[in-house]
Every structure is written in structure tokens, then in C-alpha cells.
T-cell receptor, first 111, second 114 residues
Framework: SQQGEEDPQALSIQEGENATMNCSYKTSINNLQWYRQNSGRGLVHLILIRSNEREKHSGRLRVTLDTSKKSSSLLITASRAADTASYFCATGTQYNNDMRFGAGTRLTVKP | NAGVTQTPKFQVLKTGQSMTLQCAQDMNHNSMYWYRQDPGMGLRLIYYSASEGTTDKGEVPNGYNVSRLNKREFSLRLESAAPSQTSVYFC?????????????FGPGTRLTVL
């Protein structure tokens, strides 16, 4: 069974707008990661946030984690057409032997 | 420096045939993973190898076997393919450590079982 569940399933925005994707999970985690997948390609790691962290930034990406609500969000600011991809959250235990991926959010950024 | 390579890229099998998917890495990471990705389902872990010489079942191991040949290579074998195993298979690697670590993915193998 999948651990993370992304919301929304699909998101369409204009270039320059911000995109927010959410991830909810059910059990306690050690860390949560976000990945991007371009069509027909492998996944690319974006950010890892640990359970004792609340927020992390990487370039135009901002990730928050609320362990009390068992949820995380990924914000992409000033989106570009090249950000068009599917975005997945994955929850991990201490050694990430059994990471669980959600079904993903399909983001389309229109030029 | 290719990172993670997978062969073949595409494969079509008939029900009951067998095949081995190959994965190799040149990043010297200790852990290797096999996932399958079905439409609308995200990735599901089939098997993983925390280090050379060890393998463990993941979420969906039935119908598969694995071999960690050495630190670089991790193969996935389908002994008797079934249509339900039609999927895209991804190999991933990481340097396993407490607190989690990012995984690096190969380009995938698209398998169709008729």
C-alpha cells in the first residue's frame, strides 16, 4: 500500500505562477523526500526533509513538513515550462529500506 | 560517469517466458533497489539490497527474484512472466545511512508481457 498521497492529482498553471502540491501520509516517518519525473524518464531527487525539520529550501523549491498533521507541501515559485513533470513524495524510515511513494501530482506549466 | 544504467530499455515477453533485468552503478553506493511503476500507482518497492551480499523483500516481491552480484550490479529476474508484471521497472541506488538518503534512479525498463 502507498504511504504518501499527493494532492491534487493534476495541476495546470501559467508560467510565472506558483505551484503548490501537498502530500499526506499515515504512519510515523523518519524523513520525507520529493522527486520529479519527466515523461518517460527516471525520478530525480529534489529535497529530503527530516522529521525534526519544519521547512527546507532549494532554489525555487520550498518544502514544509508538519508531523502533527502528517503532511508536507512542495512549493515551486515562479514556475517555468520546464517544470512540467510529475512530482512524487516518498516517506522513509530511519534507513529508508522501504520508501513508500505516492501516486504523484502531474504539473503542467503553460508558456 | 553514467550513474545508474539499466538494460534492456524495452522488452516484450510472452506469458511464461523468463528474463533478467540488469542494473549497474558507478557511484560506489552501498544500497540498490528495484521498483515497479504502474500507471496512477506511483512506485512500489520489489526488492532491495542494503549492502553487497544481502537482499530483502519489499512491498511487492511475488513473482520476482534478485541477485546482488557485486557492489556494482543488482539484477531482477522474472522466472515465469505474467501479464500483471507489465510495468516500467526502475533501479535505484543510495548510500544508506541513518536519517535517510536520496535515491538515484536509472532510466527504466519498459516491460510488456503478452
Amino acid at each position: 500500500s502507498q504511504q504518501g498521497e499527493e494532492d491534487p492529482q493534476a495541476l495546470s498553471i501559467q508560467e510565472g505562477e506558483n505551484a503548490t502540491m501537498n502530500c499526506s501520509y499515515k504512519t510515523s516517518i523518519n524523513n520525507l523526500q520529493w522527486y520529479r519525473q519527466n515523461s518517460g524518464r527516471g525520478l530525480v531527487h529534489l529535497i529530503l526533509i527530516r522529521s525534526n525539520e519544519r521547512e527546507k529550501h532549494s532554489g525555487r523549491l520550498r518544502v514544509t513538513l508538519d508531523t502533527s498533521k502528517k503532511s508536507s507541501s512542495l512549493l515551486i515559485t515562479a514556475s517555468r515550462a520546464a517544470d512540467t513533470a510529475s512530482y512524487f513524495c516518498a516517506t522513509g524510515t530511519q534507513y529508508n529500506n522501504d520508501m513508500r511513494f505516492g501516486a504523484g501530482t502531474r504539473l503542467t506549466v503553460k508558456p | 560517469n553514467a550513474g545508474v544504467t539499466q538494460t534492456p530499455k524495452f522488452q516484450v515477453l510472452k506469458t511464461g517466458q523468463s528474463m533478467t533485468l540488469q542494473c549497474a552503478q558507478d557511484m560506489n553506493h552501498n544500497s540498490m533497489y528495484w521498483y515497479r511503476q504502474d500507471p496512477g500507482m506511483g512506485l512500489r518497492l520489489i526488492y532491495y539490497s542494503a549492502s553487497e551480499g544481502t537482499t530483502d523483500k519489499g512491498e511487492v516481491p511475488n513473482g520476482y527474484n534478485v541477485s546482488r552480484l557485486n557492489k556494482r550490479e543488482f539484477s531482477l529476474r522474472l522466472e515465469s512472466a505474467a501479464p500483471s508484471q507489465t510495468s516500467v521497472y526502475f533501479c535505484a541506488i543510495s548510500n544508506l545511512k541513518a536519517g535517510g538518503a536520496e535515491q538515484f534512479f536509472g532510466p527504466g525498463t519498459r516491460l510488456t508481457v503478452l
